[in-house]
């Protein structure tokens, strides 16, 4: 009865997510291959307010994998970039995207989506803003200073270029971490960490279409496939007295999201399944919040890439930022369902039988989910066939 209750929860989850998901990738690719990389670049190189504010509002749509924020907050870093910038480029990107707000819709309604994506706003702006203003990078003018002494000698040398123009004594470090960058990534057009300075040729529908279905979909299929698991064991397998504890106590219950969210490696969409079980299995609306705002956020990977790249204080007003910013906007959440008499469970959009649309959108789904969950196997075997060691 429990497997079968487990299954049922699996496909209603499934109905509800895989519809919006698809055109959410679908959107995703289009607007990857209508957006050029350079644009990113191009407005986030200011050291104040107005940097933060774009690059947290271009960071909130932006179709960039989980593996993908990295290297290209990387590349915006070394372009200039504001240390604020930058960060809350890190933190906006990685919450919301274009198939994470089309599946949070198709889920939870209209009321959480725009929460959401406004308070994620607000606390990568926080983030951004507090680590102008406690953590400005004091390299900074000594590279504007060398950036202008080289202009003023490009004058006098017409064949020098724009990528030429570096800080004194950087050359072997960007080369270093290019070299990093491309062994960590790989080179391929279909790498979700291909490089952000790539220039955007004509619009190509099939690129779009490779990078959304092939790329994305690729990098999330693992954890959107956990994520799908775990919410449906979450649901149907936390005791109903633990229920009941968690949603007496609300601190309680934010401070176990807290510590399970920070490390934990889950991305947007694939953290929706599993807020989606703990709402209805008695946990609060704003704890379930906290997991949605910090999960996606947060992970050891991320943490180490910040510190190494801006800094301890960068790396605690991150940390900070998220933790606390998640919390309040948690208790927000549940002051607004308390204060309108709403049952945030009844808002959850969940049905064992779906329309023809949902049921096709579904199996496309599990399909392709499937299907990069067991290419890498293949992949390997076909590669130590001829002999090779692969022992």
Not at 36 to 42: F, G, L
Not at 114 to 121: E, G, H, K, L, W
Not at 168 to 176: E, K, N, P, Q, R
Not at 310 to 336: A, E, P
Request: glycine letters at 8%; aromatic letters at 8%; charged letters at 15%.
């Amino acid at each position: 009865m429990e497997v079968t209750h487990f299954l049922e929860t699996l496909w209603s989850l499934s109905l509800a997510m895989a519809p919006y998901i698809l055109f959410g990738l679908f959107f995703a690719g289009l607007l990857h291959e209508l957006v050029p990389d350079s644009i990113v670049t191009k407005h986030l190189g200011k050291d104040n307010v107005t940097s933060v504010v774009k690059s947290t509002i271009f960071g909130i749509p932006l179709p960039v994998c989980s593996c993908g924020v990295i290297p290209l907050a990387t590349s915006i870093k070394k372009s200039g970039a504001s240390k604020g910038a930058t960060l809350s480029f890190l933190i906006s990107t990685p919450i919301t995207g274009v198939d994470s707000i089309m599946a949070t819709y198709g889920i939870f309604g209209w009321i959480f989506t725009v929460y959401r994506a406004i308070t994620s706003m607000i606390i990568a702006m926080v983030a951004g803003i507090l680590t102008n203003i406690f953590d400005k990078d004091t390299s900074t003018g000594s590279v504007t200073e060398n950036q202008n002494t080289i202009k003023v000698d490009m004058e006098s040398t017409p064949t020098m270029t724009f990528s030429t123009l570096k800080p004194v004594g950087a050359d072997s470090i960007s080369a270093l971490d290019t070299q990093k960058e491309e062994e960590s990534c790989g080179t391929g057009e279909g790498s979700c960490c291909a490089s952000s300075s790539e220039e955007k040729k004509a619009f190509s529908f099939l690129r779009a279409m490779q990078y959304a279905f092939t790329t994305l979909l690729g990098d999330i299929a693992k954890p959107l496939f956990w994520g799908l698991i775990i919410g449906a064991l979450i649901t149907v397998a936390i005791p109903e007295n633990l229920a009941e504890l968690l949603s007496d106590n609300s601190w309680l219950s934010y401070l176990l999201v807290i510590i399970i969210a920070v490390p934990m490696y889950v991305c947007a969409t694939a953290s929706l399944p599993i807020a989606a079980g703990l709402m209805l299995s008695g946990v609060s609306a704003g704890a379930a919040f906290v997991f949605l705002s910090a999960g996606p956020a947060t992970n050891t990977v991320t943490i180490g890439v910040v510190k190494k790249m801006l800094g301890t204080k960068s790396l605690v007003i991150y940390l900070g930022s998220i933790v606390i910013g998640s919390i309040v906007f948690g208790l927000g959440l549940d002051y607004i369902f308390d204060a309108s008499a709403i049952d945030p469970a009844s808002l959850i959009h969940m049905d064992e039988e779906g329309g023809i649309i949902a049921t096709v959108s579904s199996v496309v789904l599990w399909g392709l989910v499937l299907y990069y969950m067991i290419k890498p196997y293949f992949e390997k075997k076909d590669s130590c066939s001829g002999g090779s060691c692969c022992s």
